[in-house]
């Protein structure tokens, strides 16, 4: 019996190792993105990407200041929502994750349309940006 629950706790000890390698492991597949190439993806101004922060409707990305970074789906997931791809699924998020960029994102898209002074160029803006996604290849790990 003493022998069984040697290996019973051998097994746990060597499970957890390889649980904590493979969470390291994802975490360092992630890739982070600066402010600079979040509003170059989002082909927004670095202005109104903070405005959007201040406002709830864009994510707080990891740091402060000037070492903040975004995880690259979690930018490409907000990029699809926000000038409404519906063709194109973001990936490598979890479901909560998802659903909570996706209000963020749509929340923020209606608001850009509502204060813009024309509805007209908004949309004529949106199309181009989903016309642009649409012909890009985006980055997806596999």
């Known amino acids: 019996m003493l022998v069984i629950y040697k290996y019973y706790l051998n097994y746990l000890f060597l499970s957890t190792i390889i649980n904590h390698y493979q969470l390291i492991n994802s975490v360092s597949m992630m890739k982070m993105m ?13 202005s109104t ?24 789906s979690e930018i490409e997931a907000y990029a699809i929502f926000f000038w409404q791809v519906k063709s194109v699924t973001p990936t490598n998020l979890a479901i909560d994750r998802l659903e909570e960029i996706e209000e963020m994102a749509t929340n923020a898209s209606k608001n850009r349309i509502d204060k813009a002074g024309s509805k007209r160029k908004s949309l004529e803006d949106i199309h ?15």
């Open 128 to 142: 181009s940006i989903r016309h642009r996604i649409g012909n890009q290849n985006i980055n997806r790990r596999t």
């Open 49 to 72: 990407i903070y405005n959007l922060i201040r406002e709830g409707l864009f994510p707080q990305g990891y740091g402060d200041g000037r070492y903040r970074r975004w995880l690259s």
């Open 34 to 46: 600066k402010m600079k190439s979040v509003a170059e993806v989002l082909d927004l101004d670095e």
